[in-house]
T-cell receptor, first 113, second 112 residues
Framework: KQEVTQIPAALSVPEGENLVLNCSFT??????LQWFRQDPGKGLTSLLL?????REQTSGRLNASLDKSSGRSTLYIAASQPGDSATYLC????????????FGQGTTLQVKP | DVKVTQSSRYLVKRTGEKVFLECVQD?????MFWYRQDPGLGLRLIYF???????EKGDIPEGYSVSREKKERFSLILESASTNQTSMYLC???????????FGDGTRLSIL
């Protein structure tokens, strides 16, 4: 059974710092991996989607990488800002589960001014 | 931009009531999903639908049912609400299997 883990559960950094959020998964047979952002009391906003054949995807200050063989993905945020404060979730589309997403528990990021 | 609209942001109901949560998407997406999100448990899939009148059970379907009479609308029904169904409910849609999912703002449901 696929399990997705995000460590740490919470992270606090000063403004301007570059940071990395981690996501690990137990079954490397994935179709793709999606990173989301969730603001308090709100829904999820899709940030990046990486196909299993890709190594990384970039959008603005965000860069997501994927290493299927080691069961890891990272979300790199450059020059962090207070507006980046949110919970970040990764989710896997497994290749054998008919398109259902399996979510990690998320990392709550606080960027201090 | 994809717009997924959930009919209520906050809802308070009583135990035993029949509760309807509505979700509408405006991008002609094939797939729609209902999740619930609880502290410490993360997001869990309740039901999903690949087409009109089609539905599939997710990981925690007990106590829920769904309806998809039109492509753009996916309803979650709590047949007889119980206090353990107090939660944040999130609806999502996607163009097809394995495509990016787009979420609504959620409905925070309290069952008293």
């Amino acid at each position: 059974k696929q399990e997705v883990t995000q460590i740490p559960a919470a992270l606090s950094v000063p403004e301007g710092e570059n940071l990395v959020l981690n996501c690990s998964f137990t079954d490397s047979a994935i179709y793709n991996l999606q990173w989301f952002r969730q603001d308090p009391g709100k829904g999820l906003t899709s940030l990046l989607l990486i196909q299993s054949s890709q190594r990384e995807q970039t959008s603005g200050r965000l860069n997501a990488s994927l290493d299927k063989s080691s069961g890891r993905s990272t979300l790199y945020i450059a020059a962090s800002q207070p507006g980046d404060s949110a919970t970040y979730l990764c989710a896997i589309h497994g290749s054998s589960n008919t398109g259902k997403l399996i979510f990690g528990q998320g990392t709550t990021l606080q960027v201090k001014p | 931009d994809v717009k997924v609209t959930q009919s209520s942001r906050y809802l308070v109901k009583r135990t035993g009531e029949k509760v309807f949560l509505e979700c509408v998407q405006d991008m002609d997406h094939e797939n729609m999903f209902w999740y619930r999100q609880d502290p410490g448990l993360g997001l869990r899939l309740i039901y999903f639908s690949y087409d009109v009148k089609m539905k599939e059970k997710g990981d925690i379907p007990e106590g829920y049912s769904v309806s998809r009479e039109k492509k753009e609308r996916f309803s979650l029904i709590l047949e007889s609400a119980s206090t353990n169904q107090t939660s944040m409910y999130l609806c999502a849609s996607s163009p097809g299997a394995y495509q990016p999912q787009h979420f609504g703002d959620g409905t925070r449901l309290s069952i008293l």
